[in-house]
């Protein structure tokens, strides 16, 4: 059974930062583009960031450029993303996403609530 966990989300000020995590049971982590999206109220999801399977090239939403970094640790089965000068147009649920293309598999994640306000 595939299970994406993420956690780190919470209430920050603006220009705050967090970081989530997704950790990864069910599924050879390795073969799988990891993505974080995120869906705020009255909107649809976006992709945030994405990381290739092997790591390496990332791919980030123009909103999120120089402030956000996803990285993906694949012995502990984990991807990150890191969220630096958060502002409150990020406040969010923020799902984990892993996809291979190849086979036509993709899993969420259950989400994680982030708010950025004073």
């Known amino acids: 059974q595939v299970q994406l966990v993420e956690s780190g989300g919470g209430l920050v000020q603006p220009g705050g930062s967090l970081r989530l995590s997704c950790a990864a049971s069910?599924?050879?982590?390795?073969?799988?583009?990891m993505s974080w999206y995120r869906q705020a109220p009255g909107k649809e999801r976006e992709l945030v960031a994405a990381?290739?399977?092997?790591?390496?090239?990332?791919n980030y939403a123009d909103s999120v450029k120089g402030r956000f970094t996803i990285s993906r640790d694949n012995v502990k089965n984990t991807v990150y993303l890191q969220m630096n000068n958060l502002k409150p147009e990020d406040t969010a649920v923020y799902y984990c996403?892993?996809?291979?293309?190849?086979?036509?598999?993709?899993?969420w994640g259950q989400g994680t609530q982030v708010t950025v306000s004073s």
């Open positions: 996403n892993a996809e291979r293309r190849l086979y036509n598999l993709q899993y």
């Open positions: 990381v290739p399977s092997a790591g390496g090239s990332t």
């Open positions: 069910g599924l050879t982590f390795s073969r799988f583009a």
